[in-house]
């Protein structure tokens, strides 16, 4: 078969099963905090955080796939105890991908509870959680997306009298997303820190088909489920300066999806210090059995800027010519301390 058959048929096969729902996943995941984690809601030192993100996947194709994020949280008010501490957070996240304008957007409020382990407060445990409105929606009056899939070409896909019963019409769901986590941080000494987090998203296995009866996306002869699949995220980094000017911080991400397989992520990042407001990034990665990532970014005072680009090593390079996602990011920690009120001085006269 000639590619430029085979090209239309693989991408609408792949957001075919995105109809029945597929988790965002940055390269760039520790920017893009509160959708990685509830937990990281509040969990650094200032006043307020804004944030975002933005992936561009496949951008040489037609059905090429963008996801923009924007976040803000806070640690607004102390815990039970003097160390402890409450943060919230509010989360935007759109996703549109393929030949069938296929999008998600969803709005998300997350909570977090910072616990102190000592009197230092040099240990946290953090319980975070998320409750999230989602729409989801899809056009088929594309004409690509109106072929018929035979099994003969791979698919397992509707025939004509399915498709037609589809209609030209946008569909659309809405569904509510309830996600959870937990967050260890640590001061190991005076030059390292470690963190391990660990988070569940749509506990609630919400139903989000936008197809066939029940909301469900019937496929071949069994149908497929449309309800979103409880995922499960582990993610870590080791922070170590190695003198007045280096530092490294390997990092990784385990992430389950919806298909049943795993998604595995290691990078190493280095800094390097160039004064005392700069600090200037850099890296390697790699999703294990997908893409090699090239990471840069650097840090100007309260500022986090970081970009990343993925070079697909996956079999689908022939059709992508090895172009991956590329990735931009950047978040601004406000700090706005109280100053202290220093009683005015009263000079006594001299006698």
Same mark, same amino acid.
């Given at each position: 078969?000639?590619?430029?058959? %085979?090209?239309?048929?693989?991408?609408?096969?792949?957001?075919?099963?995105?109809?029945?729902?597929?988790?965002?996943?940055?390269?760039?995941?520790?920017?893009?905090?509160?959708?990685?984690?509830?937990?990281?809601?509040?969990?650094?030192?200032?006043?307020?955080?804004?944030?975002?993100?933005?992936?561009?996947?496949?951008?040489?194709?037609?059905?090429?796939?963008?996801?923009?994020?924007?976040?803000?949280?806070?640690?607004?008010?102390?815990?039970?105890?003097?160390?402890?501490?409450?943060?919230?957070?509010?989360?935007?996240?759109?996703?549109?991908?393929?030949?069938?304008?296929?999008?998600?957007?969803?709005?998300?409020?997350?909570?977090?509870?910072?616990?102190?382990?000592?009197?230092?407060?040099?240990?946290?445990?953090?319980?975070?959680?998320?409750?999230?409105?989602?729409?989801?929606?899809?056009?088929?009056?594309?004409?690509?997306?109106?072929?018929?899939?035979?099994?003969?070409?791979?698919?397992?896909?509707?025939?004509?009298?399915?498709?037609?019963?589809?209609?030209?019409?946008?569909?659309?769901?809405?569904?509510?997303?309830?996600?959870?986590?937990?967050?260890?941080?640590?001061?190991?000494?005076?030059?390292?820190?470690?963190?391990?987090?660990?988070?569940?998203? /749509?506990?609630?296995?919400?139903?989000?088909?936008?197809?066939?009866?029940? +909301?469900?996306?019937?496929?071949?002869?069994?149908?497929?489920?449309?309800?979103?699949?409880?995922?499960?995220?582990? /993610?870590?980094?080791?922070?170590?300066?190695?003198?007045?000017?280096?530092?490294?911080?390997?990092?990784?991400?385990?992430?389950?999806?919806?298909?049943?397989?795993?998604?595995?992520?290691?990078?190493?990042?280095?800094?390097?210090?160039?004064?005392?407001?700069?600090?200037?990034?850099?890296?390697?990665?790699?999703?294990?059995?997908?893409?090699?990532?090239?990471?840069? +970014?650097?840090?100007?005072?309260?500022?986090?800027?970081?970009?990343?680009?993925?070079?697909? %090593?996956?079999?689908?390079?022939?059709?992508?010519?090895?172009?991956?996602?590329?990735?931009?990011?950047?978040?601004?920690?406000?700090?706005?301390?109280?100053?202290?009120?220093?009683?005015?001085?009263?000079?006594?006269?001299?006698?």
């Amino acid at each position: 078969m000639k590619l430029s058959r %085979l090209l239309p048929i693989v991408i609408l096969l792949f957001c075919w099963q995105g109809l029945s729902a597929q988790d965002v996943h940055y390269t760039l995941f520790n920017m893009s905090p509160l959708r990685t984690n509830p937990a990281l809601t509040g969990a650094f030192n200032g006043t307020a955080r804004l944030g975002g993100i933005y992936r561009g996947q496949w951008f040489n194709l037609d059905a090429s796939m963008t996801t923009p994020s924007f976040y803000v949280d806070a640690p607004i008010i102390r815990g039970f105890r003097d160390r402890d501490w409450v943060g919230v957070g509010l989360m935007f996240l759109s996703d549109q991908a393929g030949p069938f304008d296929l999008q998600t957007s969803l709005g998300g409020l997350s909570a977090s509870y910072h616990l102190a382990l000592d009197k230092k407060a040099t240990s946290i445990l953090t319980l975070g959680a998320q409750y999230g409105q989602a729409t989801r929606k899809a056009t088929f009056n594309n004409p690509l997306a109106q072929q018929n899939i035979e099994t003969n070409f791979g698919g397992g896909g509707e025939n004509e009298t399915e498709f037609n019963a589809m209609g030209n019409a946008d569909k659309n769901t809405n569904y509510n997303d309830i996600s959870a986590g937990l967050l260890y941080r640590t001061q190991l000494d005076k030059t390292s820190a470690l963190e391990l987090g660990l988070s569940a998203l /749509h506990l609630n296995s919400p139903s989000a088909g936008l197809l066939g009866s029940g +909301g469900g996306v019937g496929v071949g002869t069994g149908g497929q489920d449309a309800d979103r699949k409880m995922t499960f995220i582990t /993610h870590g980094k080791y922070d170590r300066m190695l003198d007045e000017k280096w530092s490294m911080s390997p990092t990784f991400f385990f992430q389950t999806t919806e298909g049943g397989g795993n998604e595995i992520v290691l990078q190493a990042w280095a800094g390097r210090k160039v004064n005392e407001d700069l600090t200037l990034n850099f890296g390697l990665g790699g999703r294990f059995g997908d893409a090699g990532q090239v990471l840069f +970014g650097a840090d100007y005072k309260d500022i986090r800027a970081a970009l990343s680009y993925d070079v697909n %090593l996956s079999s689908a390079s022939t059709i992508t010519n090895n172009v991956g996602g590329f990735e931009i990011s950047a978040y601004y920690i406000i700090k706005i301390y109280k100053q202290p009120e220093i009683p005015p001085a009263i000079l006594c006269p001299r006698f």
